[in-house]
């Protein structure tokens, strides 16, 4: 069973990085930035834990706070750039976070251990779980409590107003802009809460670890998070959750035996599903079909 | 006092000289149109009224302030709101949505506060946005998608959106483009309802019927260049106008 509990942990860690670029894909940006916020969460939640002694609850909300401060300023300059040279801008900031965890050193003696992030070799023995007594369960419980809070509130958010303007934003900067929206506070906002969300999954991602090192954060992880969204439709937050289920609990741990060909699988899948479903499994008609069927209310699209 | 003045306006794209030593004063209440040829510099004028590029040299002058520093969403918010001539509606959206996204006046913003200006806030703009539509004949299709509006409903619909932003000045873009005789009479009616609530009108068409009956006031373009700027009798009996339109070809 613990296994199947294992593989709901990914899962879920893994749905709230694509949650992350969600929001911001809404607003037309492809972020190669993600896991690089993802990094900076899972080295503050873990030194907050371990080095300092906080609870786990703070160390989050510290991370995730985090993670929006350095999207943010990230998405000032970044977001002045489109398209591809946006891609390439992002990509640079994420192999830069790699690197300069590749290179942190911050070690404290505790209890005759030394502990800390150190350089190559990672940061070990991030084992606030195991030592507060927590089960593979209860820690999958946890996760998922937050994927379910952060669907949640983005669902809420892509309702109201907001979540219009994004679209908005992401259909037409030009016509956008000519009706009075200001391109730089929603890209840059948007930019933020994706930061956020990732840095929180990134603390998540450090405890049930309790071992990450700067390779888990490069650009295979930087796709993974754009893969979800891409995959799983624009539509709503649903697309995102189905397509790293998908993903991560089929492709990854379901073909396990085909070894590192499973990444060609996962081009091949990403190069097939564009072509097939060019909006994503969830598209808007499927989703008003689903709504229709299930729901019986109005299909307002 | 004028509400717009461009005083030598020009802009160059490279060798072209898109709009090139322009001056024009609208005053308030005014529908003033501005025609010429294909390619005579009439959306240019739009595009640098609203900011979407600078100006190569000249101001522009809305309400006394100089327009130079600001950037077009801020230029909205003073007020000037366009449609285009390629219609830029926000597909995905609903009819509704997309005069809810362009809710953006300080008006608006008073009225609803922070939080609701930017995350819910539907209660106190949804009346505004149902008689845009009825206003627009677009009342029963507000759930509809942008993207499956038909033709004229689009160019209805974009002109709502920009009457949602509650424009001092509404600078509209070959409305009148594809549009049969029965909908440019509708416009028709719709831009005389926009003028007599208060909004200037700044009519750039190159449907003469449509541009003649309804204009106080018309400049005419070529090269970038006003050739003749009067009353529509005035402009209509203009030997440079005749020249430009007959001879210049479109
Ligand atoms: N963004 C641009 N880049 C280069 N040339 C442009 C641009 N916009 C307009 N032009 C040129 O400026 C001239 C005027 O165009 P335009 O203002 O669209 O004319 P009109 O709306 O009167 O038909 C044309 O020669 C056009 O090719
Ligand atoms: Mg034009």
């Known amino acids: ?301 | 006092m004028a509400l717009l003045e461009l005083k030598s306006v020009s802009r160059h794209f490279g060798g072209v000289r898109a709009v090139d030593g322009l001056d024009l004063v609208i005053e308030p209440g005014q529908i003033f149109g501005l025609i010429g040829p294909n390619g005579s510099g009439k959306s240019t004028t739009v595009n640098l009224i609203t900011g979407l590029f600078p100006l190569t040299s000249g101001s522009i002058v809305f309400q006394n302030e100089d327009l130079e520093k600001l950037p077009t969403h801020l230029r909205l918010q003073t007020g000037i709101a366009r449609t285009f001539q390629n219609i830029r509606l926000f597909g995905q959206l609903t009819a509704w949505q997309n005069l809810w996204v362009a809710q953006n006046s300080p008006a608006d913003w008073a009225k609803r506060g922070f939080f609701s200006r930017w995350l819910g806030g539907q209660s106190g703009v949804r009346e505004e946005i149902s008689q845009l539509l009825e206003f627009s004949g677009l009342a029963h299709r507000q759930d509809e998608l942008a993207a499956n509006l038909a033709f004229g409903e689009q160019r209805r619909l974009e002109l709502a959106r920009a009457l949602a932003t509650r424009p001092k000045l509404i600078l509209l873009d070959e409305p009148a483009a594809g549009m049969n005789t029965e909908e440019i009479g509708q416009l028709r009616e719709r831009i005389l309802k926009i003028r007599a609530q208060g909004t200037t009108v700044l009519l750039v068409e190159h449907v003469m019927e449509l541009v003649m009956g309804v204009t106080d006031r018309i400049a005419v373009l070529n090269f970038g260049q006003k050739i003749a700027e009067g009353t529509p009798v005035e402009v209509q009996a203009d030997a440079a106008v005749r020249k430009a339109y007959l001879g210049g070809g479109e």
């Open chain 1, 1 to 301: 069973m613990d296994f199947y509990f294992g593989l709901a942990q990914i899962i879920g860690v893994h749905t709230l990085l694509g949650l992350s670029a969600y929001i911001v894909l809404l607003t037309g940006q492809v972020s190669m930035a993600q896991a690089g916020f993802f990094a900076v969460g899972a080295y503050a939640a873990g030194m907050l834990t371990v080095l300092a002694g906080w609870a786990i609850l703070p160390a989050l909300a510290a991370s995730s706070l985090l993670g929006a401060a350095v999207a943010c300023a990230v998405g000032f300059p970044a977001l002045r750039v489109k398209g591809l040279m946006l891609v390439i801008a992002t990509l640079a900031f994420g192999e830069a976070v790699r690197l300069f965890f590749f290179n942190f050193d911050y070690q404290v003696a505790r209890g005759g251990v030394k502990l800390g992030p150190l350089g190559g070799e990672g940061f070990r023995q991030i084992r606030y779980f195991p030592e507060n007594g927590w089960t593979t369960m209860q820690v999958m419980l946890f996760i998922w409590i937050f994927v379910v809070l952060v669907m949640a509130i983005l669902w809420w958010l892509d309702r109201s107003r907001y979540g219009a303007v994004l679209r908005a934003v992401g259909e037409d900067e030009l016509a956008a802009q000519s009706v009075g929206i200001n391109l730089t506070a929603v890209k840059v906002s948007a930019m933020t809460i994706g930061g956020a969300i990732a840095g929180l999954g990134g603390g998540i991602y450090a405890h049930y670890t309790t071992h990450i090192e700067h390779a888990s954060f490069g650009i295979l992880l930087a796709t993974f998070a754009l893969a979800y969204p891409i995959l799983g439709g624009l539509g709503s937050v649903f697309g995102t959750v189905v397509a790293a289920i998908f993903v991560q609990g089929f492709l990854v741990e379901g073909l396990r035996f085909l070894g590192d060909w499973r990444n060609l699988l996962f081009g091949a899948l990403i190069v097939l599903a564009m072509n097939l479903r060019p909006k994503g499994f969830l598209d808007a008609p499927t989703l008003r079909w689903i709504r229709r069927v299930f729901g019986g209310k109005r299909g307002a699209a």
